[in-house]
Antibody, heavy 123, light 108 residues
Framework: QVQLQQWGAGLLKPSETLSLSCVVN????????WSWIRQPPGKGLEWIGE???????NYNPTLKSRVTISVDTSKNQFSLSLRSVTAADTAVYYC?????????????????WGQGTLLIVSS | EIVLTQSPGTLSLSPGERVTLSCRAS???????LAWYQQKLGQTPRLLIY???SRATGIPDRISGSGSGTDFILTISRLEPEDFAVYYC?????????FGQGTKVEIK
């Protein structure tokens, strides 16, 4: 059984940096890309970016300039850094398992999700 | 970027009714890499359907997906009380992976 457990600060001031981490228990960490997804209160879902075990990243162009996703394969863990947050970044942030790391295996949806972390940006 | 438009925004239905949700893509979804998720208030999204028509593990057969190219449908043949929720479609054929804005299925 695959479980994703995430943690990080939930209250930031404008211009600060969001840091979240997600550890994966169970399954094969190296076989997949691992994503961050967010959801503003009462709104829909937005994909932020992804990383695989080799550190290959892929970001949503709308956030790319402010986002860094990193990986620590020794801990089956990956992390999100979002710089210069504003009130518009207030949202629940989720980590999730996505597509296969090897392109020839085809694509996959997000099948396992972390529990979510609410970020509030307020002065 | 592929924009997914879901309709309708909200459906008010009674248990036992049949429901059909629509998801239209701004361009063809590669290999029909289209998923549907269910999200209840305060909960994490749950994968229902992937590859447009394949049920995820543990999803009952009253829930089905169909469609191809730019037009996709999620059907629930008979609504159960636990089916009242928000449903999102998502494409994973072309990066950036994108979601529809959601359809809320509420109790009439």
């Amino acid at each position: 059984q695959v479980q994703l457990q995430q943690w990080g600060a939930g209250l930031l001031k404008p211009s600060e940096t969001l840091s979240l981490s997600c550890v994966v228990n169970g399954g094969s960490f190296n076989e997949y890309y691992w994503s961050w997804i967010r959801q503003p209160p009462g709104k829909g879902l937005e994909w932020i970016g992804e990383i695989n075990h080799s550190g290959t990243t892929n970001y949503n162009p709308t956030l790319k300039s402010r986002v860094t996703i990193s990986v620590d394969t020794s801990k089956n863990q990956f992390s999100l850094s979002l710089r210069s947050v504003t009130a518009a970044d207030t949202a629940v942030y989720y980590c999730a398992r996505g597509r296969y790391s090897d392109w020839f295996l085809g694509r996959r949806p997000f099948d396992y999700w972390g529990q979510g972390t609410l970020l509030i940006v307020s002065s | 970027e592929i924009v997914l438009t879901q309709s309708p925004g909200t459906l008010s239905l009674s248990p036992g009714e049949r429901v059909t949700l629509s998801c239209r893509a701004s361009q063809s979804v590669r290999s029909n890499y289209l998923a549907w998720y269910q999200q209840k208030l305060g909960q994490t999204p749950r994968l229902l359907i992937y590859d447009a028509s394949s049920r995820a593990t543990g999803i009952p057969d009253r829930i089905s997906g169909s469609g191809s190219g730019t037009d996709f449908i999620l059907t629930i043949s008979r609504l159960e009380p636990e089916d009242f929720a928000v449903y999102y479609c998502q494409q994973y054929g072309s990066s950036p992976w994108t979601f529809g804005q959601g359809t809320k299925v509420e109790i009439k």
